[in-house]
Structure formats: structure tokens, C-alpha cells
């Protein structure tokens, strides 16, 4: 399988470059199993096309303001991308500069202090700050949005609220678990009236995600590690869930990579959903069964990109493929601020 075989051409300008004035004012493309025609419809519609008693799942991870700016004592400028936090002011991140800073060197930071280069581990520098403040509050206000690169613009005021999710609450990400920025406090009310439930897990989106895949081959290809939480009482929600004959639907790819990493499996060659917390590499790509959901909320992925070959491994690379050229058709927006997709699962995937 190669990387070329999930590529597809999209035109510039759908690839949307600011949130809409309301969050669930999205459109929403409902692609069954084949040969069920797909349905145009909008987020707000999402209650309509659940069931009571059905689980919604949502990744509560906030976006730190990751990015920074300063200057090495040789002068040259230096881009930093928080890629996590880590105990003691200090940070693994992403360095861009002329020349690879060197351990023991620092950087002024342009909001004040510096970072201490540590060492290095393949693309990832560990760094320690020197501030008057705790590391995490620090960015609150000297950080930058880390908008993804192909949001051709800087960052607004509009982005520090738009860019978390509405249950954003565990702070960590670098990039923004999108699937959920299409909810506000309105449509969850109609989804609880309709008596859907909810259930978060944590996974912390890293910088990684902002990587382009550089083998061809997808098979070795090796993610970046980003550590995830689910836990007992979320487990406890599925099991309910599966016992009164209702739906677990993942918001995100996110959602799915957590509770993926959380399978066991069990003697009896079965698996099962456990409490996990720690870190994931895992990679989903078609030939990979998934078992944890039933259906999933997922916005429109970059061609080529790991998160289109995991979408394509839950309904089957034709019908996504198919979806996605009606959806450019159709002219729906694409990417983060984009429209999504309500995914059910290739009929024979869950029969395999």
C-alpha cells in the first residue's frame, strides 16, 4: 500500500481559512455503507440521525498558545513549536532556524526570558525556560496560536476562542481535535433532549500532526508518540452502552486513536476496551479492523495525510474516496475550520 494511493487533487479555495460566524452552522455529509446514497445535511441535523441512548465521545484536550519567536546570541531568529509540556519549566519541541541550535546554547525569546537547549533526539529538542512565571501560564499570554500551516494567515483574536473545542478542559494539545470545534452549547442540548450521551477521553494532539508522511511505502511509516487517557468510568459509559443495544460514536480521529490504543485482548482471542494511560504510536490504516465504535464525526483530511488512511480503514478507501469527490463537488469546505463527514463503518468490516 502506498502513500500515492490516498492522494487526491483539491482545489485552494475550498480549504477553509476562517471558522463560520456559528459553530454548528456546518455542513454535515452523511456517507453510509455502500450502496446507501450520501446524504447532504447539516451538523445541526446530527440529533435527528442518532438515537437515544447512543454515546457520543469527545476529546477534551485545550490547545496550549505552542508557538514562539526569538534569536540566537548569533543573531540569527528561531521559530519554536511546543511540541509538550514537561515538568520544571521545561518543554520538547520544535526548533526552526538557519542552523540547528546546539545544546547548552539559548535563545532570547522575543515575550521575554529564554530557552536553554538541552539536547536534541531526532527532530524533537528538549528545552528549559527561564521565566518569572510557571511554563504553562506563561504561554497563556506570550505564546501563539499554532494555527495548521495551510490556514494561510496569523492568527486573529476570533482564533483563541474558536480554535478549542467548547469542552476543552485538559491542557496539552498543540493542534485542536476538529471534529469537535463543530459543537456548541445549542446543539449539545439537542443531543441530550434526544437523550444521547456523552463521554470524553484525552488524547494531547502533538506537532507531529502537522508532519507531511515522507515514505511511500505506508507500512513504514512510524507516528509520532502522543499521550492519551481513557478512563474507567468512560469504559464503564461503553459497556452501558453496548448492554442497552446503543451506538458508540467517536467525535474525531482523536477519539478513535485513544480507544484503539485501549483495546486488550482478551484469551478467548477477543478484545476489549481497559483504562489506559500513557502514550500511543499507534497507526490505522486499511487491513486495520476497528473495534471500538460504531460511527464517527470526522471533518475532510489532507490527501496522503494518516488521518485519511484511518478514515478510509473504517468505511473502506472507495466509499471515502467517493464521499470526498462529491464533497469537492459540492464545494464543501475542508480542513480544520472545514465541514464533516457522520462515517458509518464498510459493511464487511465489522463482519470480517
Known amino acids: 500500500m502506498k502513500k500515492s494511493d490516498f492522494h487526491f487533487e483539491l482545489p485552494t479555495a475550498l ?19 455502500a450502496p446507501v446514497a450520501l446524504d447532504d445535511r447539516a451538523m445541526r441535523d446530527l440529533p435527528s440521525l442518532l438515537q437515544p441512548g447512543d454515546l457520543l465521545i469527545f476529546n477534551d484536550t485545550r490547545v496550549i498558545p505552542a508557538r514562539l519567536f526569538g534569536q540566537k546570541a548569533t543573531g540569527g ?13 521545561e518543554a520538547r519541541a520544535q526548533v526552526g532556524a538557519s542552523k540547528s541550535p546546539k545544546a547548552g546554547s539559548r535563545i532570547a525569546l522575543d515575550a521575554g ?46 482564533d483563541a476562542e474558536r480554535y478549542q473545542t467548547v469542552f476543552a478542559k485538559e491542557v496539552g494539545a498543540v493542534a485542536a481535535p476538529t471534529a469537535g470545534l463543530h459543537f456548541d452549547e445549542a446543539l449539545l442540548d439537542a443531543l441530550r ?10 488524547l494531547h494532539v502533538g506537532a507531529g500532526t502537522f508532519q507531511p508522511m515522507r515514505a511511500e511505502d505506508v507500512r513504514e511509516h512510524r507516528m509520532h508518540s502522543e499521550w492519551l487517557n481513557v478512563g474507567a468510568e468512560l469504559i464503564a459509559q461503553v459497556r452501558r452502552t453496548r448492554e442497552r443495544g446503543g451506538r458508540v460514536i467517536a467525535v474525531g480521529t482523536t477519539v478513535v486513536r485513544a480507544l484503539e490504543s485501549a483495546m486488550r485482548r482478551l484469551d478467548d482471542g477477543s478484545s476489549e476496551l481497559q483504562p489506559f494511560s500513557g502514550e500511543t504510536r499507534i497507526f490505522i490504516f486499511p487491513g486495520y479492523r476497528i473495534r471500538s465504535v460504531d460511527a464517527m464525526v470526522t471533518n475532510f483530511h489532507l490527501p496522503e495525510s494518516t488521518l485519511l488512511m484511518l478514515v478510509s480503514a473504517f468505511a ?16 464543501y469546505r475542508f480542513f480544520s475550520y472545514g465541514d464533516a463527514m457522520l462515517l458509518w463503518p464498510q459493511v464487511d468490516a465489522h463482519a470480517s
Do not use: C, K, M
Open 77 to 89: 531568529r528561531v521559530e519554536i513549536l511546543i511540541e509538550r509540556l514537561l515538568p520544571g519549566n
Open 193 to 202: 433532549a434526544r437523550g444521547v450521551e456523552f463521554g470524553h477521553i484525552t
Open 15 to 33: 480549504i477553509a481559512q476562517t471558522p463560520l460566524p456559528e459553530r454548528s452552522a456546518s455542513r454535515l455529509l452523511v456517507v453510509p455503507p
Open 113 to 158: 526570558g529564554e530557552a536553554e537547549v538541552l539536547g536534541r533526539e531526532g527532530e524533537f529538542y528538549h528545552l528549559r525556560f527561564h521565566l518569572d512565571d510557571n511554563l504553562e501560564s506563561w504561554l497563556l499570554h506570550a505564546g501563539r496560536l499554532p494555527l495548521p500551516p495551510y490556514i494561510q494567515r496569523e492568527p486573529g483574536a476570533d
Open 316 to 331: 473502506g478507501r472507495d466509499r471515502v474516496f467517493e464521499a470526498y469527490a462529491h464533497a469537492v463537488r459540492e464545494r
